[in-house]
């Protein structure tokens, strides 16, 4: 959805390099979402935001952080990236205003740490 | 370990079959049902969503028909076409809150 963009698409990194994912919205939705997805596993909540001073823990927030930097802005941090860190990344919104939960995900980014 | 069980893992139907996708919960305080549909390179897209108190709705070829008392629910895509050919996830949410995900189900339509 190009509502939601994430930048890079795709990246190569090396164990113990930091590294950052950014995503961006002019959809004006308060809520944003981290998500990775792994081949038998489905989307893995990372971290959410409900705004901007709001961020909260996922289910799998170990080795990863996060940054609010804008209601249109959320970035995604690995700090010393690990391989078992390799997956598809997305970021999501949604606005509980329009009456449902619905989240707009954006395209994704494929990362491999080797 | 995930809150909603999804299977198959994936599926192989003829152009003009019927697709079933099953879903199973654990959390009775769920209360709201979305499928997603994901074409490859792109992220998932919203298809058809359900609340607890219908057991059924449809929009198009898309039915979701839902169990409350055994917990579990389902997407039928009915005269499947080769542009359905996608991967398709179950969620559930309590209060509009964040979404558990299925595994996800890989479906492809031969024509």
């Known amino acids: 959805d190009a509502d939601v963009t994430q930048t890079p698409r795709n990246r190569i990194t090396k164990t113990g390099k930091r590294i950052m994912l950014e995503c961006s919205q002019t959809k004006g939705h308060d809520r944003m979402y981290w998500y990775r997805q792994d081949p038998g596993l489905g989307l893995r909540l990372i971290y959410y935001s409900f705004d901007v001073k709001d961020i909260n823990k996922g289910e799998i927030s170990d080795g990863y952080s996060v940054s609010r930097q804008a209601q249109a802005k959320f970035s995604l941090s690995l700090e010393s990236a690990i391989p078992n860190q390799t997956a598809l990344y997305f970021c999501a919104t949604s606005d509980p205003a329009l009456g449902d939960n619905e989240q707009f995900f954006g395209p994704g980014t494929r990362l491999t740490v080797l | ?111």
């Not at chain 2, 299977?7 to 654990?26: F, M, T």
């Not at chain 2, 009915?78 to 359905?84: A, F, L, N, W, Y």
């Open chain 2, 1 to 111: 370990q995930q809150q909603v069980k999804q299977s198959p893992q994936s599926l192989i139907v003829q152009k003009g079959g019927i697709s079933i996708i099953n879903c199973a919960y654990e959390n009775t305080a769920f209360d709201y049902f979305p499928w997603y549909q994901q074409f490859p390179g792109k992220g998932p897209a919203l298809l058809i969503a359900i609340r607890p108190d219908v057991s059924e709705k449809k929009e198009g070829r898309f039915t979701i028909s839902f169990n409350k008392s055994a917990k579990q629910f389902s997407l039928h895509i009915m005269d499947s076409q080769p542009g359905d050919s996608a991967t398709y996830f179950c969620a559930a949410s309590l209060n509009d809150y964040k979404l558990s995900f299925g595994a996800g189900t890989t479906v492809t339509v031969r024509a």
